[in-house]
């Protein structure tokens, strides 16, 4: 599954991520097999705190995934706080597993019994559950797209699964007490769930929506963005350069609007519905990035060219970008979209007011790219 989904996207981060948290299900099965069949009991122990340890970071993991919807808002808590929560996820993992020091040996193998440490790292990922279930159904919970809702409901089971199974294994074993307890069945019904998301709903690849209804393009104003890759527009508002975007949209690519408005203006105004919409904004918040942070803006548009073969992309406030960072990163920035445009089906849309920037970058903008005038 894990490489289904990266050659899917490959450079999108949350198929880099969803394929490293298939392979620490890989690495914590393997490990649960292999606490049964430990020879001795401390290469048991060490074999119990790995599985335990690899555990919390799978949960932690999928929290970030978890993250990532609605994937049409290109939202994501942790977007550029990946370290932080790497060194969460760590920090928790070996706090799970520093009390376990004691693997009990029955007649189906050695395993972990229910002492007050295996409570501890309970407890821990019982955490990371609660959380991710809280954050898909407090970010997707307005949204429009049904694919959405079924996504977040899906990671939702998906987490609750081993828990559920941990649950009726309790039951099972007043039984047969002598049934071995390995966790593998619980996250082999995650892995099930996960991919019959995957298959049936697209869950962790996600897709541009197209607009179906752009009506009231102009075929002059169609005429000029398709034949030109890079277009500026001169403008005190950016009426003209949304008349050639949408004109994009009419022709079948997939939008992305990074703009200074309010998302739900920009929709009103110019009657886009699916397109996503990046408000740069100093307030956080999921379709929020703070003005200052290029890197983001930067790594976010990019990410957006590799995902679709035909793509169009607008900003409208360059100014505002240039006032919140150093002006010669903002143009480089630029460059670096240029030359990865330059290579595809794809066009760069911006709109600036001449006269609220330097000359000098208005000059250099006008080499690189078609200006009009409004």
């Given at each position: ?54 555990v919390v970071l799978l949960f932690a993991s999928i929290l970030y ?171 005190k508002r950016p009426d003209r350069s949304y008349r050639l975007f ?61 995902k679709g073969q035909s793509t169009a992309v607008i900003i409208d ?58």
């Amino acid at each position: 599954m894990g490489i289904y989904v990266y050659k899917q996207s490959p450079g999108f981060p949350i198929s880099k991520a969803f394929l490293m948290s298939m392979w620490l299900f890989f690495i914590g099965s393997f490990l649960d097999f292999a606490l049964l069949y430990a020879p001795d009991h401390d290469f048991a122990l060490w074999i119990a705190r790995a599985e335990l340890f690899v555990v919390v970071l799978l949960f932690a993991s999928i929290l970030y995934l978890a993250s990532f919807l609605p994937h049409e808002r290109f939202s994501g808590w942790f977007r550029g706080k990946e370290s932080m929560l790497i060194i969460i996820a760590v920090l928790s993992g070996i706090i799970a597993v520093m009390p376990v020091a004691e693997v009990v040996y029955t007649p189906s193998g050695w395993g972990v019994t229910g002492t007050a440490a295996f409570v501890i790292w309970t407890a821990v990922v019982m955490g990371y559950i609660c959380v991710t279930i809280f954050m898909v159904h407090h970010t997707c919970r307005d949204v429009k797209w049904e694919r959405t809702r079924k996504q977040s409901q899906l990671i939702s089971l998906g987490v609750i699964s081993p828990v559920a199974y941990a649950f009726a294994f309790r039951g099972m074993e007043t039984v047969n007490p002598d049934m071995p307890f390995i966790l593998s069945p619980g996250f082999l019904a995650l892995a099930g769930i996960f991919a019959y998301g995957i298959m049936r709903y697209r869950l962790f690849l996600p897709t541009v929506a197209k607009e179906t209804d752009i009506r009231g393009v102009k075929r002059k104003d169609r005429e000029l963005a398709e034949s030109n890759k890079f277009l500026m527009v001169k403008e005190k508002r950016p009426d003209r350069s949304y008349r050639l975007f949408l004109s994009l949209l009419a022709s079948g690519k997939n939008g992305l609007v990074v703009t200074r408005s309010h998302p739900d203006m920009v929709r009103e105004e110019y009657r886009i519905e699916k397109t996503p919409v990046i408000w740069l904004a100093k307030q956080p918040g999921p379709d929020r990035i703070e003005p200052a942070n290029l890197s983001i803006l930067h790594h976010i548009v990019t990410d957006f060219l590799h995902k679709g073969q035909s793509t169009a992309v607008i900003i409208d406030s360059l100014e505002y970008i240039m006032e919140n960072n150093p002006p010669d990163e903002v143009m480089a920035m630029l460059f670096d979209l240029r030359d990865e445009i330059s290579v595809s089906d794809s066009t760069l849309l911006l709109s600036i007011d001449p006269e609220t920037m330097d000359e000098q970058h208005v000059a250099l903008l006008e080499r690189e790219f078609q200006a009009v005038t409004a």
